[in-house]
Nanobody, 124 residues
Framework: QLQLVESGGGLVQPGGSLRLSCAASDGTDSYYYTTGWFRQAPGKEREGIACISSTGNNTNYQDSVKDRFTISRDNAKNTVYLQMTSLKPDDTALYYC????????????????WGKGTLVTVSS
């Protein structure tokens, strides 16, 4: 069982930056897994925004964040990151990370393990 814990959320002004982290708890080796970041805004469905393969060699992004967000991973630390820049009020949401064995399942949200989320609020 892979347990994931997100951190790094908070309140940021429009145009600002945040870096989210997704750590596998209790020392579980997460480097076998594709990991993705998802978000759910109030009143909206959850959406996939970025995925990274287990090795980090493959990534995929939702078009709305492609030029602003960067997903990366440090397998030595069992951690996946989401660097977010040029944040907009529309980026306000609860951000989740999740993992699966299969890269192709990621953006559609067909994941096996989910964290509980970290809240990002973009507001002046």
């Amino acid at each position: 069982q892979l347990q994931l814990v997100e951190s790094g959320g908070g309140l940021v002004q429009p145009g600002g930056s945040l870096r989210l982290s997704c750590a596998a708890s209790d020392g579980t080796d997460s480097y076998y897994y594709t990991t993705g970041w998802f978000r759910q805004a109030p009143g909206k469905e959850r959406e996939g925004i970025a995925c990274i393969s287990s090795t980090g060699n493959n990534t995929n992004y939702q078009d709305s964040v492609k030029d602003r967000f960067t997903i990366s991973r440090d397998n030595a630390k069992n951690t996946v990151y989401l660097q977010m820049t040029s944040l907009k009020p529309d980026d306000t949401a609860l951000y989740y990370c999740a993992s699966t064995r299969t890269f192709g399942r990621c953006m559609s949200g067909r994941m096996d393990f989910w964290g509980k989320g970290t809240l990002v609020t973009v507001s002046s």
